[in-house]
């Protein structure tokens, strides 16, 4: 009996691989909620100050990476989708959700990092420069308060770090002098943080490079490969809630109401959505708000279409009419009667839309509409390294196949999902 | 017969018609819903004081919201979109330079697109499940699945960056003044190759992929062994019989991708840096130059709706029996 690789298999894996590799980090976060939880019962107005949304995000990312791995396990046999074998699509797919979740604790660094520009841009992929550490003013905990600044100041990655400095080497004489790539810094020797006597010099590696600002480019992937995936994800339920509700009211009431909706449909339809977008995103800004929303409401065409025709069908069915007469409202002949039905059109429909939403979103930032500058985008990124070509190559390269890859596991999942429901049709 | 195509024709002109007033009633909804001074959206700050006048009064922009709803209809019909702020000059004078290179470059991927896909899928469906066939799937769904300012990019990348083989942006050398006629057209062949390949892979990869699913179909059908059996040979049975019922609905493809050409010239001119609409549309977006933006969104909703009509009068062209079916 051969032993195939599951879903669930891999699922786990991630989570444990993570846990072992991040254990001082995950432990850190526990106890960081642990006292924040005494100080939220201590001083409630206090508590509730310093929740911001890095602060949700770890304590997410750490409760789920106990949580998921467990259910995964217990529920493998009740949920089906666990117990498929895994290729090519599901791993990218399950490795993307990853990153979604877990962001804080696969990063290396805040995605917006920088400190000695000079020193760190761009860096190509797998170098490494010396870490120079400065010592700290630590003031002893008074309170909880305190206890949960502090714990919160070591946990949480900022976009700076004062007590660190990126070198190339360093001397001591009478002053500590720092060289780097084309200047030096010349500090009070007792500055320096010093253990048995030996200044602590770390190593900082930059798995794939960093950018023209000194970012860690890994750590902006596995940013914006969030970005990316809630736009995707909003925009897509929008463009659901719209194109189902929508082609309910035209195709069941049938007539008037029906001919006006699709002839407007029929506008938007021949007409390229990425004007629209772009003449809307120049009319009222682009945050991300606004581009969740604008994708969203330039998708729901197709699927208007295909409920439409589906609800035009089934009324004339047997079982439709008798569910009518049995006196159900229309709200539950459409969840009850015709969703069950028309799911699996559907469901295709928005695995292929969230792959164009993703490109759509990577498209506008790229031309510089997105949300490029307030998030790391891939599209953004993309538009960033075109102007380092030369310099720089991993700055393209690595969110260039980042979104290739994503775009080709969508467009296999949607095909895979379309062949399961209807069989007879070809790969 | 005859009586019928007129019928229909008048139909999707009067469709088409609804359409580009349905748009054309969108965009000024949209420009007076957006926040700020809806009249800073026609009149640029910088104007002289006189000028600015001047297109006041040609917009109504001092009268009621019907009047001026009604003068922006006819403005736009007549082609009077009010002045660029940042070229000083008419809009539809500023649209005339750009234009033409849009429609070139995106007819030349167009055709492209068509003849490879075409040959890729012949070649391919002589041996179904061969060597040839079974890569080119494989290829045409990775191509299909790379977005075209990644591809672009790339190519630059390889073939101007490290190879040094084509110049990565522009049109023409900056020395192509004093160049001789076929040096000239020589010069914006090398130019373009880059931003066509970008331009087509996509489109490529469509083509191919119905053209084959479509071939295969026919070639499945009873009439074909039939054929094969009273001693045909299979040049002819593809030339004669399989073709003929299998190019109709890349026809109907085509009339989709045509639409969706005019996006995608917009992101590859963006990126080589060529002097086409998308380019003008981007950058008047990026310097908020709006009596621009709408007239470029106007004038490429035109065009896609033209290309729309004439997809369809092809497609009636090849399959009279369409007829019936889009007149109801």
């Known amino acids: 009996m051969t032993m195939r690789i599951k879903i669930w298999h ?48 770890y304590f997410i990312s750490a409760i789920m990476i106990i949580i998921i791995p467990v259910g995964v396990i217990f529920l493998r046999r009740r949920i ?9 699509t599901s791993a990218i797919i399950i490795i993307l959700a990853a990153f979604f979740v ?44 305190d206890k949960l600044v502090k714990l919160k100041e070591e946990v949480i990655k900022n976009t700076y770090d004062e007590s660190i400095i990126f070198a190339d080497s360093l001397s001591i004489s009478s002053n500590a002098t720092i060289f780097q790539k084309n200047s030096q810094i010349i500090l009070p020797k007792d500055r320096i943080l010093y253990s048995d006597g030996l200044p602590v010099i770390t190593r900082e590696y930059f798995l794939l490079g960093t950018d023209e600002y000194g970012r860690d480019i890994y750590s902006r992937l596995i940013y914006g490969a969030r970005i990316s995936l809630f736009i ?60 969740i929303l604008v994708l969203g409401f330039s998708g729901w065409m197709s699927l208007f279409k295909i409920v439409r025709g589906e609800v035009i069908s089934l009324k004339q069915k047997d079982f439709f009419i008798s569910a009518k007469m049995a006196g159900l409202s ?80 969508a467009n296999n999942l949607g095909r895979e999902i379309q062949l399961y429901y209807n069989p007879r049709l070809k790969g | 017969m005859k009586k019928e195509i007129l019928q229909l024709l008048f139909k999707r002109i009067l469709t088409s018609l609804i359409v580009l007033f349905l748009l054309i009633s969108f965009i000024f909804f949209l420009l007076r819903i957006s926040p700020g001074d809806p009249s ?26 019907i009047s001026q709803y009604k003068q922006f209809i006819i403005n736009l019909i007549q ?24 429609l070139i470059f995106s007819s030349i991927s167009f055709l492209i697109q068509i003849f490879v896909g075409f ?138 991708e045509l639409g969706i050409l005019f996006s995608g010239a917009l992101v590859t001119e963006v990126i080589f840096g060529l002097p086409g609409m998308g380019r003008l549309t981007v950058n008047a977006i990026l310097s908020r130059d709006y009596p621009l933006v709408v007239g470029c969104t106007v004038i490429s909703g035109v065009l896609v709706i033209l290309s729309n009509l004439a997809a369809d009068l092809i497609k009636i062209r090849f399959n009279k029996r369409l007829i019936k079916g889009m007149l109801n």
């Not at chain 1, 089906?80 to 090519?88: C, R």
């Not at chain 1, 994800?233 to 719209?242: A, F, M, Q, T």
């Not at chain 2, 700050?45 to 922009?61: G, M």
């Not at chain 2, 082609?79 to 849009?102: A, E, Q, W």
């Open chain 2, 119 to 256: 040959l890729l899928a012949l070649i391919s469906v002589r041996r179904i499940n061969g060597v040839f066939d079974k890569t080119v799937l494989r290829l045409s769904l990775i191509a299909y699945a790379i977005p075209s300012f990644v591809l672009g990019v790339s190519l630059i990348l390889v073939f101007s960056s490290m190879l040094n083989v084509v110049p990565s942006s522009g049109l023409s050398s900056f020395d192509a003044g004093s160049f001789s006629f076929f040096a000239k057209i020589s010069d914006y062949i090398i130019h373009l190759i880059l931003p066509v390949v970008t331009l087509s892979l996509s489109g490529v990869a469509v083509y191919y992929k119905y053209l084959r699913q479509n071939l295969e179909e026919v070639y499945d059908n009873s009439f074909v062994l039939s054929l094969r059996a009273n001693g045909f040979t299979e040049k002819e049975i593809i030339r004669k019989h399989v073709l003929p019922n299998a190019i109709n609905p890349l026809i109907s493809v085509a009339g989709v």
């Open chain 1, 102 to 145: 877990f962001a804080p604790l696969v990063a290396n660094n805040n995605p917006d990092f920088q400190q000695n520009i000079g020193e760190t841009k761009l860096l190509p992929p797998l170098s490494s420069v010396e870490v120079i550490h400065l010592k700290r003013e630590v003031k002893p905990a008074q309170n909880l308060l």
């Open chain 2, 40 to 65: 800073l959206k026609f009149v640029s700050p910088d104007l002289s004081p006189k000028l600015a006048s001047k297109i006041r009064d040609s917009f109504n922009l001092n009268s009621s919201l």
């Open chain 1, 80 to 88: 089906k989708v666990f117990s498929l074998s895994l290729n090519f």
């Open chain 1, 10 to 57: 891999q699922i786990t894996a991630i989570c444990f691989s993570l846990l072992v590799l991040k254990v001082n980090l995950v432990i850190k976060i526990f106890s960081l909620q642990l006292v924040f939880f005494n100080v939220l019962v201590a001083d409630y107005s206090k508590a509730i100050y310093q929740i911001d949304f890095s602060l949700i995000d």
């Open chain 1, 232 to 291: 995707g994800l909003g925009s897509v339920i929008i463009s659901l809630l719209l194109g189902v509700s929508l082609g309910f009211l035209a195709g069941y009431p049938g007539g008037f109401i029906d001919t006006i909706i699709s002839r407007v449909t029929d506008m938007f339809l021949s007409f390229p959505a990425i004007f629209f977008v772009i003449l809307i995103l120049a009319l009222f800004g682009n945050s991300l708000f606004t581009v």
């Open chain 1, 330 to 409: 229309n709200y539950n002949l459409l969840t009850k009667e015709i969703l069950p039905i028309i799911l699996a059109p559907v469901v295709v429909n928005l695995v292929f839309q969230y792959g164009s939403v993703i490109l759509a979103e990577a498209a506008l930032s790229f031309l510089g509409l997105g949300t490029g500058s307030f998030y790391p985008s891939w599209g953004a990124m993309i538009e960033a390294g075109q102007n380092y070509l030369t310099q720089a190559w991993w700055m393209v390269v690595s969110p260039g196949l980042c979104l290739f890859i994503t775009l080709f596991a």
């Open chain 2, 79 to 102: 082609g009077n979109f009010g002045v660029s702020y940042t070229y000083r000059i008419p809009v539809i004078s500023v649209i005339k330079d750009f234009l033409p290179f849009t």
